[in-house]
């Protein structure tokens, strides 16, 4: 017996291969994915809530990064800034590539890593074994359309970055240098031109798509690019044209329409838009849900001295409160949207008790049911809206075209619903009589006054170098944004316009050349 | 010590002239012989204290001596004793026992697979008795291990029951991996011994540095911690034990929250400040509104000062009962080890219980087979408070919530700091409220054992196949009221998770010892299998109408979150050896080596070996040292080799596509996303180590040291190397980098008195370590590890300092009213904080020196104890300033923030102008202020016992009764620029960079504790 007890066990010492195969079973390996259709789809999907899109969320006490343009115009204030410093040093104009670089460096980061999805996404949708073609175009096309979105914030921001467009399996070929800015916005308008006419995107409105990008939102951002290409620092104004042409082509699709006013003030349509996701106003927005996927800006919209009655969060501050500077842009007597309680508040009620700020607060983020019931956000973050179409193509045929009817009509369209005790044919009299100068003037003013919380101010003021200064009765005059001292007394030096790259993004990539003034 | 230099002086004397004794009148005769065996010991010296005067014992251990005029008391002594004092007392025989001192040549310790004789194991191991952990009463074998071993820093970081205790041996090593060592319990692995009863250990052997470890290779490299548990009767028949504590810990100390009335002093303060700050239309100046009469009288004085520290803390009872039942037969021997502990923390509602049985059995089966086993089923149960402040937890409101909020309102309910109107507060759950009604109910149960078989193949070989398991099943159930704002409000939440872990091993090995003439070897070859099986699933969710049901119906909240489920494992086989050859009982060499395959790693670096090499010269066995006297044992070691780290998250070689799901549409859909950059070249992290250790023992056993020095360096560090984010990943896992750890161990014994009825020794743990971060990826990038908070990461990885850097900015000030100018540059005013531009390196988390420094004393029947711990060098960022200093009037804090703050007419000082923070906004930053010098020197433990007598024992029919008090954590000083409860804590569980941060610690007890361990017959 004793013999075979221990052969037995002595043949425990032989060893096996197999024994030390790893089998992932809580994730998947990649040479097992894109087997179809569905894999792809949800490969696309997280580029809905990745990268750039999830710089809208204003959580935390930084505000959204979004909002940093309208700090570092100064315009914009956030209560919280002692608190988290990136706006202080942006309304300071004291940051650099040191004392921001870890908050840039997420900007990187969730910007790349939506690019990495996308770049797969594209590389291995075309393969995935018998998939529609429809199908696969619009997954490519929704691909396309995130990778641009985020190409697009980040040539905006930080000029030309490097340009990634294959994913990386290992660590070959990871150092990349600093494209031109034009070729990052040629693969942008690819990648859109794209999505626009191959992508068999949906003719629908956004919102009856069931918030699946449509051409509308492709073509939006294509618009957007455009505009943005033919000012500043690229200056390529024929592409005011293909702007023009493109917003007309999102106008006469008749899928998306401005929101009426309702009975003033409480149904104006700066009110449908705090309480209502669903309009055929908006081209593109990111979605929130208070229990899939919640957003704070219910927290960031009450001044943290006031604590109405039945609040559900532990605490408010005012994340982006518009300056006395930013409100003169408005004509108070004239604009409902410098009212109380329309895209601002500056006093509410609660349960019968008076609140009063001594300052103004985002009202679009006032979301009752979060403050009052649920402690859980999830209103929409709108990032193009009709309204925009409508001033970008104003600005682009006025251009191109000069001062037509049609432009002026597309620019009254959204001051008209806005001047609520003038009648349509006094603006539109008013803008006619205009040059093209002073008729795009009055598209700039318009856009600074309608999408205030759409986050256009601090791209207008990069595409167009000029700033805006108000003063009393809506009156708004353009000065050269370099030299000019903003409401916190710092001065502006055209290194200003785009931010530096992180230390540590260089430490990381030793090809990268820091921006000129850092 | 000068005492003891006195004697030590005066006992080499004595050893080198005894013999010069002279004329004498009375005599004292009679046999020294061994305690354990009773043998006589020849050649054993007896001296009379206080001369010269000495003899020998001859052949038969017998001897007589005259005693001079006066003398009293006689010196008991021989090699390999402990020498003993006795006085003489009239007597005329003396018949004397002496026992054989502990480090005697063949004295055996447990190390990797099997024992060794403590004289050849080259590498350095610490061995800590059963006995020596009992000295310190409590529920987790760490604490009972604090100080204990040179080298091996434990961190208490919390003062919860359930509280982890962090273990770094050596310096930390490794960056992403786990700084944890190896735990094996009875051959077997087991991830902590947390929840294992103290009191069934029999020894803790430390396994610090290669030649020791690197039998474990690939999991050496934070060192190995043996334990051996106790086993069955080793005497024929019965013996039954009790051991029995009772504990009553109460808040060790108070911090320095504001009462009511400095609290409404600063809100006043604020208010009247707010113009600074902001521009107020004339009249329009904010105004203090005192009209709540919920909380202010008529005349505005606050109604309550509820002192949180104390409504939310209590006298913590804890009492642990242990009943051993051992026997042993012809053939077998059994052991049954039962506890139950219940401990409560000072917390309300904290607590913890365990109640664990441990059976031995070993027996003979054949005279060429014997078997053994040892199974242990634990369960503990747990109401598991926040070790943390963050999310408003127990621990930060005590210092937040406002003093002028009751803890209940005369209705009846539950105050919280929003019921207020007119100010603004933080809304927070008051902490009675949460503690009382928030349960997060922690369940676990272990099954962990392992049965062997021996089979004796001749008298120098043996065969050994062990089959060890630790199956672990924890279920965790938490529920927050509908009523506890900003935690469970306003409908309640609800979550419940399971989790399995099945680990088996198997391992079969060969033992060889043989003897020719001089030389001597010994071996050990084996194999090892290894896997480990997890998985788990939670549900969670919100939406309950009433409280009634909390966890136990959670499919009747309206809001049903998804559910999730886990499943991984891991694999290692391995194959190690050991061979030792000893000449002539002086010249050791050992070699051994390990090779460790593990399923963690590349597809291209499966196998790992891991080889280590040590030498050992016993001098004092050489011929040349026989008549050093003084010199009762001498040894020098030294060791080289290399070691691994294994301990990395799964999967980290391969590509794999993660998923969830996200909204589109309103709906939940399926998303997928690449998990990270692989690397299929991933392999050990590796970690070479040398070490040089002398071991001496002087003077009859009166002074004993052990020293070693290492040199640890770790390389290819398995890091997450930075790498351009524009891959679309912020890094890849690789093995690239090096740390290097560089220290002295050191251990000193001092036997100061040895007379019959007192004794008195001290023992000084020491460890000096020094670690350095050689090389990071490949361009040497700083790293920002976190933990994540205010501004960024609190610590930074940068070559040239050690890990755990505190990162933030300097704070020379607060700047002055004449110096307005310089501050606006920055956009401050005077009266705020005057920090430098750019951040830098401001302290550092781990310290330079520790050490625990033990008096044991025996005076007749009584025994005493005195434990003090030190620890020197390390800073501590304390992140509750953030919070409690440098922002006010949105919650309470400490005092300071109202006497030592700047005013127009004081300017000199490091505290901002108090500025209402939601009038006036905040400004806080980590800087220089929330740093202080984290040094402490702690009386760990005060402990007395008595040993009944034997008269009184045979009247109760009891062969040992022993009574204890001891006190627990009976003081910490530390620098007085600290403002927390205690300077050895963090909130950052888990994290390898999180030592000596924290953000409202859970305080520690100090606890009074009364035992009694009863042996019957």
């Known amino acids: 017996m004793k013999k075979y007890i221990f052969i037995i066990t002595a043949l425990l010492m032989v060893s096996c291969e197999r024994f030390l195969v790893e089998k992932p079973k809580s994730e998947q390996s990649l040479d097992q994915f894109f087997q179809s259709a569905g894999e792809g789809r949800s490969f696309v999907n997280t580029l809905y809530k990745s990268g750039a899109t999830g710089f809208y969320d204003p959580g935390g006490f930084t505000g959204s990064i979004v909002m940093m343009g309208g700090y570092i115009s100064g315009l914009f204030d956030n209560e919280a800034k002692g608190e988290r410093i990136e706006p202080l040093r942006a309304q300071n104009l004291s940051f650099n590539a040191q004392n921001m670089s870890e908050y840039l460096d997420r900007w990187w980061s969730s910007a790349y890593s939506a690019i990495a999805i996308a770049n797969t996404a594209i590389k291995y949708i075309p393969n995935i074994p018998g998939i529609p073609d429809v199908e696969k175009n619009q997954l490519l096309a929704e691909a396309k359309f995130f990778r641009a979105f985020n190409y697009f914030f980040l040539v905006k921001n930080f000029g030309g970055v490097p340009l990634v467009t294959e994913p990386y399996f290992n660590t070959e070929g990871i150092y990349v240098d600093r494209a031109q800015i034009g070729e990052v916005y040629n693969l942008i308008v690819e990648d859109l031109e794209w999505a626009v006419n191959q992508g068999n995107l949906s003719n629908n409105n956004f919102v009856t798509n069931n918030f699946r990008i449509t051409k509308g939102s492709a073509s939006a951002l294509l618009a957007d690019v455009y505009l943005q290409m033919s000012g500043y620092p690229l200056r390529i104004e024929s592409n005011y044209a293909k702007a023009a042409a493109i917003t007309k082509s999102i106008i006469n699709s008749g899928s998306y329409q401005l929101i009426q006013n309702g009975a003033l003030p409480e149904k104006s349509a700066y009110n449908v838009m705090r309480t209502s996701d669903k309009e055929s106003e908006y081209v593109f927005s990111i979605e929130f849900d208070p229990v899939i996927y919640g957003v704070s800006s219910p927290s960031v919209s009450l001044p943290g001295s006031i604590r109405p009655p039945g609040l559900k969060y532990s605490r408010t501050y005012n994340a982006y409160r518009p300056t006395d500077q930013y409100i003169e842009l408005y004509d108070e007597t004239k604009d409902l949207r410098v009212q109380n309680q329309q895209l601002f508040f500056k006093s509410v009620d609660v349960q019968g008790e008076h609140f009063e700020f001594g300052e103004y607060a985002p009202y679009l983020f006032y979301d009752t049911v979060a403050l009052y019931e649920t402690a859980r956000g999830g209103q929409d973050m709108r990032v193009y809206r009709y309204a925009e179409m409508l001033l970008i193509a104003a600005e682009a045929i006025a251009f191109t075209e000069g001062v037509t009817q049609e432009a002026v009509k597309y620019l009254t369209d959204v001051r008209a619903r806005a001047y609520w005790n003038t009648s349509r044919n006094v603006i539109e009299d008013q803008l006619s009589v205009l040059d093209k100068e002073a008729f795009i003037k009055e598209v700039w003013k318009e856009r600074y006054r309608e999408l205030a919380l759409d986050y256009r101010l601090w791209s207008d003021i990069q595409r167009t170098r000029l700033y805006p200064v108000g003063s009393a009765g809506g009156n708004v005059n353009f000065v050269d944004v370099v030299g000019h001292t903003n409401p916190w007394g710092a001065t502006y030096q055209e290194h200003h316009l785009l931010y530096p790259i992180s230390d540590n993004e260089i430490q990381r990539n030793p090809k990268l050349e820091q921006n000129p003034g850092y | ?1017």
Not at chain 2, 392 to 398: N, Q
């Open chain 2, 1 to 1017: 010590m000068e005492k003891l230099t006195r004697f030590s002086y005066f006992l080499v004397l004595c050893l080198f002239a005894w013999s010069s004794s002279y004329a004498q009148k009375k005599t004292v005769s009679g046999k020294v012989s061994e305690l354990e065996s009773g043998k006589p010991i020849p050649g054993a010296n007896i001296i009379v204290k206080g001369t010269t005067a000495g003899v020998a014992t001859g052949s038969a251990g017998e001897y007589t001596i005259v005693l001079p005029d006066g003398a009293e008391v006689l010196i008991f002594s021989s090699v390999g004793y402990t020498s003993r004092e006795i006085t003489v007392n009239g007597r005329s025989v003396i018949d004397v026992t002496l026992e054989a001192y502990v480090q005697s040549l063949k004295e055996t310790i447990v190390v990797g697979y099997g024992v060794q004789r403590r004289s050849e194991v080259t590498g350095s191991v610490s061995v800590v008795s059963g006995r020596e952990l009992e000295e310190h009463p409590g529920f987790n074998a760490l604490q009972s291990l604090r100080g204990k071993v040179s080298g091996v820093k434990i961190s208490t970081n919390s003062g919860s029951p359930t509280g982890s205790n962090r273990v770094v041996i050596r310096g930390i090593g490794t960056i992403n991996a786990s700084t944890n060592p190896l735990y094996i319990v009875d051959g077997v692995a087991l991830d902590n011994i947390e929840t294992m009863n103290p009191n069934d250990i029999q020894s803790i052997e430390v396994l610090k540095d290669a030649s020791a470890t690197a039998i474990y290779g690939s999991r050496g490299a934070n060192g190995v911690i043996l334990v051996t548990t106790k086993r069955g009767g080793t005497e024929n028949g019965l013996r039954l034990e009790y051991n029995g504590d009772f504990s009553m810990g109460r808040l060790a100390r108070k911090i320095d929250v504001m009462n009511a009335k400095e609290f409404m002093e600063v809100q006043r303060i604020g208010y009247e400040n707010a113009p600074i700050f902001k521009n107020y239309a004339p009249g329009q100046e904010p105004v203090i509104d005192l009209s709540d009469r919920r909380i202010f009288d008529a005349q505005g004085n606050p109604l309550y000062d509820t002192d949180w520290q104390e409504e939310a803390t209590r006298t913590a009872l804890t009492h642990n009962h242990q009943l051993s039942i051992r026997s042993k037969g012809e053939s077998g021997a059994f052991g049954a080890f039962l506890n139950y502990t219940d401990a409560e923390g000072i917390y309300l509602n904290s607590w913890t219980k365990r109640a664990s049985v441990k059976l031995v059995y070993d027996v003979s089966l054949a005279k060429w087979l014997s078997l053994g086993t040892n199974t242990t089923i634990t369960k503990t149960w747990a109401n598991n408070v926040s070790e943390t402040g963050g999310g408003f937890h127990a621990s930060r409101a005590i210092t937040e919530v406002p003093p002028i909020f009751p803890v209940k309102w005369p209705d009846g309910t539950w105050s919280n700091s929003t019921e207020i109107s007119g100010f603004t507060f933080e809304g927070q759950p008051n902490p009675v409220h949460r503690l009382l009604e928030e349960d997060n109910l922690v369940n676990g149960t272990r099954l962990f054992g392992n049965l062997f078989l021996d089979f004796k193949l001749a008298s120098y070989l043996q065969f050994r196949s062990q089959v060890g398991i630790n199956n672990y099943l924890s279920e965790d159930r938490y529920y927050a009221p509908t009523d506890m704002i900003t935690v469970g409000f306003p409908d309640g939440y609800a979550r419940i998770s399971n989790g399995k872990q099945t680990y088996w091993q198997n391992e079969n090995y060969f033992t060889y010892a043989r003897e020719f003439g001089s030389h001597r070897l010994n071996g050990v070859l084996g194999a090892s299998w290894q896997q480990n099986l997890a998985s788990g699933n939670a549900m969670s969710a919100r939406g309950f109408t009433n409280d009634f049901f909390n966890f136990n119906n959670i499919g009747a909240a309206s809001t049903q979150n998804p559910s999730t489920s886990y499943a991984n494992d891991w694999s290692m086989n391995s194959y190690f050896s050991r061979a030792t050859y000893t000449y002539k009982d002086r010249y050791t060499a050992t070699f051994s080596g390990r090779m460790d395959g593990s399923s963690r790693f590349g597809k291209n670096n499966k196998y790992g070996f891991f080889p280590s090499g040590g030498v050992s010269w016993l001098v004092s066995n050489e011929e040349f040292m026989r008549n050093v006297k003084a010199i009762d044992h001498l040894r020098l070691r030294a060791s080289f080799g290399v070691t691994g780290n294994t301990e990395i998250g799964l999967y980290r070689s391969l590509a794999t596509i993660g998923s969830g799901t996200t909204l589109i549409g309103g709906q939940r859909v399926a998303r997928s996303f690449a998990q990270r950059l692989p690397n299929s070249d991933l392999e050990w992290e590796r970690t070479r180590q040398f070490d040089g250790g002398i071991e001496v023992t002087m003077f009859n056993q009166t002074l004993l040291l052990e020293a070693d020095y290492y040199s640890k360096l770790t390389y290819n560090l398995i890091l997450n190397r930075p790498i351009p984010t524009s891959t679309g990943f912020g890094s890849i896992t690789d093995n690239i980098g090096s740390v290097s750890n560089k220290g002295i161990d050191l251990k000193l014994t001092t036997r100061n008195i040895n007379t019959e009825n007192l004794t008195w020794s001290t023992t000084l743990n020491f460890n000096y370590n020094k670690n350095r971060i050689e090389s990071l990826g490949l361009n040497n990038e700083d790293i920002f590890p976190g933990p994540n908070w205010v501004a960024g990461s609190q610590t930074i990885l940068r070559v040239g300092e050690p890990v755990n850097s505190f990162w933030g900015y300097e704070r020379a000030g607060v700047w002055g009213s004449d110096e307005a100018e310089e501050a606006a540059k920055v956009g401050a005013i005077p009266g705020e904080a005057k920090r430098s531009t750019k951040k830098t390196i401001i302290g550092k988390g781990i310290p330079d020196v520790t050490g625990g420094l033990f008096n044991r004393f025996n005076i007749g029947r009584f025994d005493a104890l005195i434990d003090l711990q030190v620890s020197l060098g390390a800073d501590i960022m304390q992140q509750f300033l953030a919070t409690a200093e440098d922002r006010q009037g949105l919650t309470n804090g400490i005092s300071t923030q109202l006497y030592d703050a700047w005013a127009s007419d004081k300017q000199n000082t490091m505290v901002q102008q108090i500025r209402h923070t939601v009038l006036s906004g905040q400004n806080l930053q980590p800087d220089t202020r929330w740093i202080c010098d984290g040094s402490y020197i702690r009386g760990n433990l005060f402990s007395v016992g008595y040993n009944f007598g034997q008269r009184m024992l045979a009247t109760m029919g009891l062969s040992q009764l022993r009574a204890s008090l001891s006190l627990e954590n009976a003081f910490v000083i530390h620098s007085k620029d600290f403002k927390g409860y205690d300077p050895e804590s963090s909130t950052w569980h888990g994290d390898n960079f999180g030592q000596n941060i924290f953000f409202y610690e859970y305080p520690k007890a100090r606890t009074l504790t009364f035992g009694i361990n009863v042996r019957f017959k």
